[in-house]
């Protein structure tokens, strides 16, 4: 049995849709006690056809499970180790147990140094931020990989003072001296910004303000920035936006901006607005879709938007409002939290369950793609049948 966006997957790859996305990952947190083990989700990612996936950590496990496949890794030095690798003695020692044993058989593409430590109630991280980063790129060079894998830091866009409209864009003043630091080595090594942009919570917090179809991608009028007179149909390429003008605000205007989160929750608490099933998966399927077009925002249309959904499961250890645990395109037992299928393709009448195995083998894998082929040329048939009546 297979869930329609599988089948959807297994049938048109080959013609440049889902395959063709080169811009979309997804985050693979691993906060919970009921996670299908590293080897299927490798199996999972591989169905879906997506190439990209973060990691919060250097999980050895997970390492080692996506050596030899077609997977793009970005890896996580956890906020904790920044004191420590600010030493570059120390960030040699990390680099050399952490990524040179598993590269390049495992393809890290990336080291995210932290996550949102711009804007993390330890204040004191930020002090380690930059020098850690510069320490961790130091060993890359010294190893010869830095050729290779980039080094950057997640932002939450609560870093930004202003984002509307996008070109009002500016960075906390608490943050500016740090940030120029950041963005002069981003700028040096040619690194991606990366940020962490979620339309849901603006929504949460203004929904009489803020329209949902505009947080989702629907059809909607959108907005005019009245500066740039550029128009703007969803909040996120907004936000994304905004950021670019930040940086640009402090002399750093040609660095790319890669969104490394974003999602919707599928369930929240009772103040949490617009945390259903529904939104969900209109906003993750709307998003697809733009993916599929590689397209760039407003401001840079000619520069295609990487970005990370988040996540891949349900995580049911995570601390703080239901919505937390809540924002995985899967459960853990492998069946889809929501449909958030490309295509009006309906399953066949064998199938029942909204579920995708995570147990299968290349024998298993194999079968399908040939079932799956079969009922492509079925559906053809059937559409080419019912143009020649037309004809008639």
Not at 101 to 112: E, L, Q, S
Not at 207 to 227: C, E, H, Q, R, T
Request: charged share 15%; with cysteine.
């Amino acid at each position: 049995m297979i869930h329609v966006f599988l089948l959807f997957s297994l049938c048109f790859s080959d013609y440049g849709l889902i395959q063709g996305v080169t811009s979309l990952g997804i985050n693979y947190g691993q906060v919970g006690n009921n996670l299908p083990p590293p080897d299927k989700v490798l199996d999972l990612l591989t169905a879906l056809k997506l190439s990209k996936a973060r990691i919060y950590d250097t999980n050895p496990q997970v390492l080692t499970t996506f050596a030899n496949s077609n997977i793009e890794l970005i890896v996580t030095v956890e906020n904790q180790m920044l004191p420590v690798v600010m030493d570059p003695q120390q960030a040699l020692q990390w680099v050399s147990t952490h990524i040179k044993p598993y590269f390049p058989a495992t393809k890290i593409t990336g080291i995210a140094v932290g996550n949102e430590i711009f804007t993390d109630d330890d204040t004191s991280l930020l002090g380690y931020l930059v020098p850690a980063i510069v320490s961790i790129h130091g060993a890359l060079v010294q190893l010869g990989l830095d050729k290779y894998i980039q080094v950057s830091t997640p932002n939450s866009l609560a870093v930004l003072e202003v984002s509307y409209p996008p070109s009002a864009g500016s960075f906390k003043g608490e943050v500016s001296g740090v940030m120029s630091q950041f963005l002069q080595f981003l700028s040096s090594t040619g690194s991606p910004f990366w940020i962490n942009a979620y339309p849901y919570f603006a929504y949460k917090d203004s929904p009489n303000k803020i329209s949902l179809d505009y947080a989702l991608f629907n059809k909607n009028p959108g907005m005019v920035d009245p500066y740039t007179k550029l128009h703007y149909d969803n909040m996120l390429y907004a936000q994304v936006d905004a950021v670019v003008y930040a940086m640009s605000r402090l002399g750093y205007g040609g660095i790319e901006v890669r969104v490394s989160e974003t999602g919707w929750p599928s369930k929240g608490d009772s103040n949490e607005v617009g945390a259903t099933v529904q939104n969900a998966a209109v906003y993750n399927r709307n998003l697809l879709r733009r993916q599929m077009s590689n397209e760039g925002t407003p401001l840079r249309p000619n520069m295609r938007l990487e970005v990370y959904l988040f996540a891949l499961f349900n995580e049911d250890m995570k601390p703080g409002p239901t919505s937390e645990r809540n924002y995985g395109l899967f459960q853990p037992d492998g069946t889809m939290a929501y449909n958030v299928g490309l295509s009006a393709l309906a399953t066949s009448s064998s199938t029942s369950s909204a579920s995708i195995s995570l147990t299968s083998s290349a024998t298993k894998a194999s079968k399908v793609e040939y079932q799956s082929l079969v009922y492509c040329m079925f559906l053809y048939l059937l559409t080419f049948l019912g143009f020649m009546r037309r004809q008639h």
